[in-house]
């Protein structure tokens, strides 16, 4: 799983900041997917992403949450005005094109809210 | 009723015992995932199958696609074999779909 990277690792955020925890794919995978997996429950789909297009955001947070996979550069997933309850980890998967059950986990973000 | 459902929840044993998780799905999947995470770690993909048997090392993995049941073994398991394993399905669509894990402890 060393070809998904993610960063940071670790992130330490007060309470109404901003998040910012970035993806960067495999190399040849142009599909990214966000995953957040609170504490003590099970990992839970937010959003799928292809190059500049959001396929499905059904997972995400109505409010304060935003995810994108620009043309160049990592894919990002945002939280503005963070809360206690945003505290999670954050994993990011790749895929192939067309093969999206086929996904490579990155070693995940850990949030905490202060 | 969860699309994939894994049992045991909490699974202990003795160093040395042949381990067994099931899995079973309600949905169609393209793919199935078995996936590890140790506390505070990461997540590693031990296996993606979509039909029989893979083996690595002392990991084994099962699939019946007709009824629907993937299995993960381990034998001569080892303390460091402790962690979660977690079941999930892929499918055509886009997401992956999770068990909720089984926290397998092997003591010395």
């Known amino acids: 799983n060393a070809g998904v990277m993610q960063n940071p690792r670790h992130l330490v955020r007060r309470r109404g900041q901003e998040a910012r925890l970035r993806c960067s794919p495999m190399?040849?995978?142009?599909?990214v997917y966000w995953y957040r997996q609170l504490p003590e429950e099970g990992l839970k789909f937010m959003v799928y992403?292809?190059?500049?297009?959001?396929?499905?955001e059904s997972g995400m947070p109505k409010e304060r949450f935003s995810a994108e996979f620009p043309k160049e550069g990592p894919s990002i997933l945002r939280i503005q005005q963070v809360v206690r309850g945003d505290s999670a980890a954050y994993f990011c998967?790749?895929?192939?094109?067309?093969?999206?059950?086929?996904?490579?986990f990155g070693p995940g973000t850990r949030l905490t809210v202060t | 009723k969860n699309e994939v459902e894994q049992s045991p929840q909490n699974l202990t044993a003795q160093e040395g015992e042949f381990i067994t998780i099931n899995c079973s799905y309600s949905v169609g999947i393209s793919a199935l995932h078995w996936l590890q995470q140790h506390p505070g770690g990461g997540i590693v993909s031990l296996f993606m199958l979509s039909s029989g048997k893979k083996k690595h090392g002392r990991l084994i993995a099962t699939i019946n696609i007709q009824e629907k049941h993937s299995s993960l073994h381990i034998t001569a398991s080892h303390p460091r074999d402790s962690a979660v394993y977690i079941c999930?399905?892929?499918?055509?669509?886009?997401?992956?779909?999770f068990g909720e894990g089984t926290q397998l402890t092997v003591n010395p």
């Open positions: 999930s399905g892929g499918t055509s669509g886009s997401r992956l779909t």
């Open positions: 190399k040849g995978h142009s599909h």
């Open positions: 992403l292809q190059k500049e297009n959001i396929i499905d």
């Open positions: 998967a790749s895929s192939p094109a067309g093969r999206s059950y086929e996904q490579y």
